[in-house]
């Protein structure tokens, strides 16, 4: 069973910068895919960004120039670099991962910004 934690969430000003990280344990290596969404209040949760175990990346339009998502398969863990952040950002991010079992969704991490 895989497990993932998410970590680096807070109280941003706009413009300003964040990190999400989301470490992984568990059965590993049988991870492909993994990804963050993020919720805000009274709205669905949404796709950010996914990235497969070869590194290959994909983003939602509305964060697609403003964030990048990275692994590091050695680490077991992934990351968010969010620039530029907006108020509309402000939402819980939630760390995924995909194996053959299907999807591992992490408690969550708060990201606010403030404008």
């Known amino acids: 069973q895989v497990q993932v934690v998410e970590s680096g969430g807070g109280l941003v000003q706009a413009g300003g910068s964040l990190r999400l990280s989301c470490a992984a344990s568990g059965s590993i290596f049988s991870i492909n895919a993994m990804g963050w969404y993020r919720q805000s209040p009274g709205k669905q949760r949404e796709l950010v960004a996914t990235?497969?175990?070869?590194?290959?990346?994909n983003y939602a339009d509305s964060v697609r120039g403003q964030f990048t998502i990275s692994r590091d398969n050695a680490k077991n863990r992934q990351y968010l670099q969010m620039n530029s952040l907006k108020p509309e950002d402000t939402a819980i991010y939630y760390c995924?991962?995909?194996?053959?079992?299907?999807?591992?969704w992490g408690q969550g991490i708060q990201v606010t910004v403030s404008s």
């Open positions: 990235i497969t175990r070869g590194g290959r990346t």
């Open positions: 995924n991962a995909v194996d053959i079992e299907g999807r591992h």
